[in-house]
């Protein structure tokens, strides 16, 4: 198989992991994907105290730091559109989900971001992690979050809509990167608002 970090070819060793518990391969080399770092800081919520979003998310579970390796990943997977790159986590995505329970909900993009990108990349992430999700939200907003500070993001009306009814059950939002927690907390207030008993989420990494 051909490496799809570096391009090299390489052994594709079946483990354990992958032939009893129908882990999908990461199609990169063990070097390219020896560089990405396990992200082991957990998430502290005090920025919301004391907000309409307090509350509002039950827990976030992040996977990789945002490390040089993992910046060049993403650069390449969004902005120079590379799909074929989904596929690199798509392992470990799949453990994350298997451990927990809820309705998988990607955060959407823009439909005029989804334009000029041409695909939607969180969307992809899951898809080649073979789990199933539901289109749950809509994003209403378009302005870009990084022109602002922390508190005008907290302030700003909610970027997100439902787009069908929540139950009184579980969900588990899912977005590629956890930088300051607003957009997390955005979609999970329009979730516990509808009606949601709890709202976890996965993104693959942390900022
Ligand atoms: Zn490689």
Redesign the pocket.
């Known amino acids: 198989m051909t ?6 070819p ?1 052994q594709s060793t079946p483990t354990w992991s992958k032939l009893f518990l129908n882990q999908l391969d990461s199609s ?2 063990t ?3 020896e560089k990405f770092e396990v992200s082991e800081s957990t998430i502290d919520f005090t920025d919301f105290l004391g907000t309409p979003y307090e509350g509002a998310v039950d827990s976030v579970f992040c996977l990789y730091t945002y490390n040089e390796p993992m910046k060049e990943f993403l650069h390449q997977y969004k902005f120079l559109q590379d799909v074929a790159l989904a596929k690199v986590f798509a392992g470990n995505l799949q453990q994350a989900f298997q451990t927990r329970e809820g309705i998988i909900v990607p955060i959407p993009m823009h439909p005029e971001k989804l334009e000029l990108r041409t695909f939607a990349q969180v969307d992809e992430l899951l898809n080649a992690a073979q789990v199933s999700y539901q289109q749950l939200l809509v994003k209403t907003k378009s302005e870009t979050q990084g022109k602002k500070t922390k508190m005008e993001r907290l302030e700003t009306s909610n970027l997100f809509e439902a787009m069908s009814n929540i139950e009184a059950t579980n969900y588990i939002l899912f977005d590629d990167i956890y930088t300051t927690g607003a957009t997390i907390h955005h979609a999970a207030k329009i979730l516990k608002d509808a009606g949601a008993k709890r709202v976890d989420a996965i993104t693959l990494i942390k900022g």
């Open positions: 490496c799809l970090i570096c391009g090299t390489y990169t080399c070097r390219c994907f």
